[in-house]
T-cell receptor, first 116, second 114 residues
Framework: NAGVTQTPKFQVLKTGQSMTLQCAQDMNHEYMSWYRQDPGMGLRLIHYSVGAGITDQGEVPNGYNVSRSTTEDFPLRLLSAAPSQTSVYFC???????????????FGSGTRLTVV | GQQLNQSPQSMFIQEGEDVSMNCTSSSIFNTWLWYKQEPGEGPVLLIALYKAGELTSNGRLTAQFGITRKDSFLNISASIPSDVGIYFCAGQKRTQGGSEKLVFGKGTKLTVNP
């Protein structure tokens, strides 16, 4: 059981370049999210999805696009990378509902992105 | 946006000491979660709390969901070197649209000296 898989693990981009961060989960989770982690800032929500075909903005969505065509995949796109987007990006997934046994989000191991 | 105030920001302790950290919020949450993050990895869930007043243990870890639903604490007893990492609290609640989001504290960085 792979859980949440993120690729690539590391990436260096030049300002203005575009790229897609991949996220896939094999747990049949309906909820998927993207967070960015910056020193002293904790984890901030970029975009999230409650199911295939449904996405919504989080706390810091500017400069990022997402889509959810399947339950398994939730890619994050940077259309024109900026140095301010240098960060560590985490994808997470979860079952819906706040019932006992829904153990919060499962996180991937992260993508470390540097924009120069 | 919603804020979780997590304290302390960092702790330097000796092996064997007990550790306590907490999170407070101005908002009510239905679930409180505590995560640990080790270098180069994503956060891993330690404890989940679902009811106000709930006290839950996981080995040497104990966490409580505050009665007001606006706070939670995590205690680690008899710390060991492998407890090193960043500990995050997170609050979860259902939005008006029916979806659920996690709001994270900024983390407590724990260093344990052998």
């Amino acid at each position: 059981n792979a859980g949440v898989t993120q690729t690539p693990k590391f990436q260096v981009l030049k300002t203005g370049q575009s790229m897609t961060l991949q996220c896939a989960q094999d747990m049949n989770h309906e909820y998927m999210s993207w967070y960015r982690q910056d020193p002293g800032m904790g984890l901030r929500l970029i975009h999230y999805s409650v199911g295939a075909g449904i996405t919504d903005q989080g706390e810091v969505p500017n400069g990022y696009n997402v889509s959810r065509s399947t339950t398994e995949d939730f890619p994050l796109r940077l259309l024109s990378a900026a140095p301010s987007q240098t960060s560590v990006y985490f994808c997470a997934s979860s079952y819906p509902g706040l019932r006992v046994g829904n153990y919060g989000y499962t996180f991937g191991s992260g993508t470390r992105l540097t924009v120069v | 946006g919603q804020q979780l105030n997590q304290s302390p920001q960092s702790m330097f302790i000796q092996e064997g000491e007990d550790v306590s950290m907490n999170c407070t919020s101005s908002s009510i949450f239905n679930t409180w979660l505590w995560y640990k993050q080790e270098p180069g990895e994503g956060p891993v869930l330690l404890i989940a709390l679902y009811k106000a007043g709930e006290l839950t243990s996981n080995g040497r870890l104990t966490a409580q969901f505050g009665i007001t639903r606006k706070d939670s604490f995590l205690n680690i007893s008899a710390s060991i070197p492998s407890d090193v990492g960043i500990y995050f609290c997170a609050g979860q609640k259902r939005t008006q649209g029916g979806s659920e989001k996690l709001v994270f504290g900024k983390g407590t960085k724990l260093t344990v000296n052998p």
